[in-house]
């Protein structure tokens, strides 16, 4: 019965413990949410420029949020491809972002991503960029990958998601009455 | 060794056991190798989700066929042995069939972030780990899925021998 109510002691302290660092990780790291807006960021883009809050000012985009080691990522990016026409005829921009430093493990770098997607890479309505670990803990503080955030014309974020290729209709859904 | 396991075979598949042996084959086979169908292309999508069919290849339909079915037949030959079943093959057999999981698991789910904040690890520890952890899954993807094949494979190996040897152990 003793060793019972020790074990059940043990038990009840590590729950304790486990609920208050989850609840203390959680208030201490909370993200963007729906309603709200994004930090005004300027991004620092693959060729050297940079994209800056008024650019994006008006129109409604994606802020697309990857590893370059991640494979969903990647397939992420060729399904993006093949819809980038019509995100650019909804006027809907995509910014994909490599997340600061590929979260702890560097990959092959969003070139590799551009390489398998072609001359599309390359359109006007798609930027690609990497954020800084301040861009990272503000915009992604849990360290999620291939998330993003839907936003609106007025600069409000309408949706958070993970992975375009499993929720494309999402997206679709959103550039379809985004203006 | 293969001659081992084509006797474990034959006593499984020809003995009074057999119409047992086949619906476990069939029927675990079918449905394992229908869930790791999906599976085992879920880490292109992020996630256990029927989307990942798109990304099914030859190689990962393969692969799903021979986990389930290899499993399958670990079973059917475990279940008709008249010795004590191989507590081995089917550790090896259920080791494989973990294995296949983890890519897909967690490589691009928020599994592994989760975890370290709920340890109580901050956030540029968070940032800083968790690549280090699921890359590991993403970039070696398809080593994942050759152990597990070679685990299912020697459970299948160890059942057929502990089938075929207490067979010869019996026999005058």
Not at chain 2, 129 to 142: H, M, P
Request: net charge positive; hydrophobic share 45%; proline share 5%.
């Amino acid at each position: 019965m003793t060793h019972l109510k020790t074990i059940a002691l043990i038990a009840a302290c590590l729950s304790t413990g486990i609920s208050v660092t989850s609840a203390h990780a959680a208030f201490a790291a909370q993200p963007p949410a729906v309603g709200q807006s994004l930090p005004a960021f300027t991004y620092n883009l693959l060729d050297g420029r940079q994209l800056s809050p008024s650019e994006l000012r008006g129109h409604p985009y994606i802020l697309w949020m990857v590893a370059s080691w991640c494979p969903s990522c990647q397939t992420g990016s060729n399904v993006v491809a093949s819809h980038i026409d019509f995100l650019r005829s909804h006027e809907v921009r995509i910014v994909e972002m490599q997340l600061a430093r590929d979260l702890g493990t560097q990959g092959p770098g969003l070139q590799k991503f551009q390489e398998a997607v072609g001359a599309k890479a390359v359109s006007p309505s798609w930027y690609w960029g990497e954020l800084t670990d301040r861009q990272t803990a503000a915009l992604d503080p849990k360290g999620d990958m291939d998330v993003y955030y839907l936003v609106n014309a007025r600069g409000t974020i309408v949706a958070v998601n993970g992975n375009p290729a499993a929720t494309w209709d999402a997206i679709e859904r959103f550039a379809a009455t985004a203006k | 060794m293969i001659r081992q396991v084509g006797s474990a075979f034959a006593l499984t598949f020809r003995g009074p056991g057999a119409p047992l042996a086949y619906a476990v084959t069939f029927g675990l086979g079918t449905a394992l190798t229908a869930f790791y169908l999906v599976m085992l292309p879920s880490s292109a999508v992020g996630g256990f989700s029927l989307i990942a069919l798109r990304y099914l290849t030859p190689a990962l339909s393969l692969s799903a066929a021979s986990l389930g079915y290899g499993f399958a037949l670990t079973i059917a030959i475990n279940v008709g042995s008249p010795a004590q079943r191989s507590r081995t093959a089917e550790a090896a057999g259920i080791g494989g069939l973990l294995a296949a999981i983890l890519p897909g698991s967690l490589c691009c789910t928020s599994i592994v972030p989760s975890a370290l904040a709920a340890l109580g690890a901050s956030v540029p520890t968070v940032l800083g780990t968790t690549g280090k952890i699921q890359s590991i899954f993403a970039l070696y993807e398809s080593a994942f899925i050759a152990a597990s094949i070679a685990g299912v494979a020697l459970s299948i190996v160890l059942a057929a021998h502990n089938r075929v040897s207490h067979c010869t152990l019996q026999s005058p």
